[in-house]
């Protein structure tokens, strides 16, 4: 699976929109992009994923460029619940059976 | 949560005792997950299982044996515990294994070996 580089941290204002990079400039053509997060002490929380086109649920959006290169995870309005480790995650199919590589992950600290 | 249960939740044991963490889940999916996570070095795979009996290894496997009699149920065993295996274990389970299912994770089990 492609490795993924991330900031070591980040801050947000609480009711701001947070966007939390990634780069994977080796992703192949059938390799996606997973999000998850973890609070402290919790199992991660998987957030969400996509191939190619932007994706959006009741949590985040993330957007991939065209080139797939790169990804940025937003979420709309933070709070201080959104304080967590984010992992940007690139996965194959097929054999991999469904194994994650997690790398050290981004620091989102959410405000007052 | 995805109707995942570890237990125990804490768990302190003695050097060269056997130990078994259970994984149980209630979603009927097929593939199961045991991680461990370490400062320093993020999650790591140690074993997973692509359907009852079916078994197979991850990267930190050495010192780890894994058995799934039942759909529901993933356990991991330490034969023999050493002080290297105290840490936080995961289980996380997926619907599949081939396609782009996410995996869920329970809330872990921690594990002292003194």
């Known amino acids: 699976d492609a490795k993924t580089t991330q900031p070591t941290s980040m801050d947000c204002a609480e009711g701001r929109a947070a966007n939390l990079p990634c780069n994977h400039s080796?992703?192949?053509?059938?390799?996606?992009v997973y999000w998850y997060r973890q609070i402290h002490s919790q199992g991660p929380q998987y957030i969400i994923h996509?191939?190619?086109n932007n994706e959006t649920n009741e949590m985040a959006s993330l957007i991939i460029t065209e080139d797939r290169k790169s990804s940025t995870l937003i979420l709309p309005h933070a709070t201080l619940r959104d304080t967590a480790v984010y992992y940007c995650?690139?996965?194959?199919?097929?054999?991999?059976?469904?194994?994650?590589?997690f790398g050290q992950g981004t620091i989102l600290t959410v405000h007052p | 949560d995805a109707g995942i249960t570890q237990s125990p939740r804490h768990k302190v044991t003695e050097t060269g005792t056997p130990v078994t963490l259970r994984c149980h889940q209630t979603?009927?999916?097929?593939?199961m997950y045991w991680y461990r996570q370490d400062p320093g070095h993020g999650l790591r795979l140690i074993h997973y299982?692509?359907?009852?009996?079916?078994?197979d290894k991850g990267e930190v496997s050495d010192g780890y044996s894994v058995s799934r009699s039942k759909t529901e149920d993933f356990l991991l065993t330490l034969e023999s515990a050493t002080s290297s295996q105290t840490s936080v274990y995961f289980c996380?389970?997926?619907?599949?294994?081939?396609?782009?299912?996410?995996?869920?994770f329970g809330n872990g089990t921690r594990l002292t070996v003194t």
């Open positions: 979603e009927n999916h097929r593939y």
């Open positions: 995650i690139v996965r194959g199919g097929g054999t991999s059976y469904g194994k994650l590589t």
């Open positions: 996380a389970i997926s619907g599949s294994g081939g396609d782009h299912s996410p995996l869920h």
């Open positions: 080796t992703i192949s053509g059938n390799e996606y």
């Open positions: 299982s692509y359907g009852v009996k079916d078994t």
């Open positions: 996509g191939l190619k």
